[in-house]
């Protein structure tokens, strides 16, 4: 069956402009992660939803990031007023059930600033 | 805070041979889940192995196979008849279950695996 889809895979914006990920999870899948992986490191956690509840937001780290799950399905990551330190691959994951026991990853999204 | 520790950036091994790479992590928790990812070139991570803390056999999966060292906070990993497909970066993670949601990963840094022909 079809994975964790993200689009684009490549993006490339300009200093300030607003941009938005999505995320495509695996069908019926409950939870959804973002993460954030900057060049060299491990990815980094972000946010959870478990259906369209965002139950974790801690790891967003400015109020310029804004993640949403309206229907429960696909995600939209946006970042507003992008800065240079935003670059990084930005990786989605869904799991089956709550909790997020096993995880699947998508492709990612490279977001380049410049 | 949970932290995870990966030691070495970078390993190189023949072909065939058998390679461990290290993972340490530093948690209060008692029930927890540890696992190791692997990331080829093309990005996507894939899940290898997974261990459950209350576990006290070691997980394997056919090469693949863990030490888990509860007490001592350690949890590496074993590659057995390594093969060139295995040449990738490969991430400890750590994670608590809870009940009404999740933590997420706490990743380590990784460490870049090349297996030589």
């Known amino acids: 069956g079809a994975g964790v889809s993200q689009s684009p895979r490549y993006k490339v914006a300009k200093r300030g402009q607003d941009v938005a990920l999505r995320c495509d999870p695996i069908s019926g899948h409950v939870s959804l992660f973002w993460y954030q992986q900057a060049l060299g490191q491990g990815p980094e956690f972000l946010t959870y939803f478990q259906n369209e509840a965002q139950l974790d937001k801690s790891g967003l780290p400015s109020d310029r990031f804004f993640a949403e799950r309206p229907e429960g399905s696909v995600s939209t990551l946006k970042i507003q007023r992008t800065q240079q330190e935003d670059s990084a691959v930005y990786l989605c994951?869904?799991?089956?059930?709550?909790?997020?026991?096993?995880?699947?990853f998508g492709p990612g999204t490279r977001l380049t600033v410049t | 805070a949970q932290t995870v520790t990966q030691s070495q950036p970078e390993m190189s091994v023949q072909e065939a041979e058998t390679v461990t790479l290290s993972c340490t992590y530093d948690t209060s928790e008692n029930n927890y889940y540890l696992f190791w990812y692997k990331q080829p070139p093309s990005r996507q991570m894939i899940l290898v192995i997974r261990?459950?803390?209350?576990?006290?056999q070691n997980a394997t999966e056919n090469r693949f196979s863990v030490n888990f060292q509860k007490a001592a906070k350690s949890f590496s990993l074993k590659i057995s008849d390594s093969q060139l497909g295995d040449t990738a970066m490969y991430f400890c993670a750590f994670m608590t279950p809870n009940g009404g949601g999740a933590d997420g990963l706490t990743f380590g840094k990784g460490t870049h695996l090349i297996i030589q022909p």
């Open positions: 261990q459950e803390a209350y576990k006290q």
């Open positions: 994951a869904s799991s089956l059930k709550q909790g997020g026991y096993e995880q699947y």
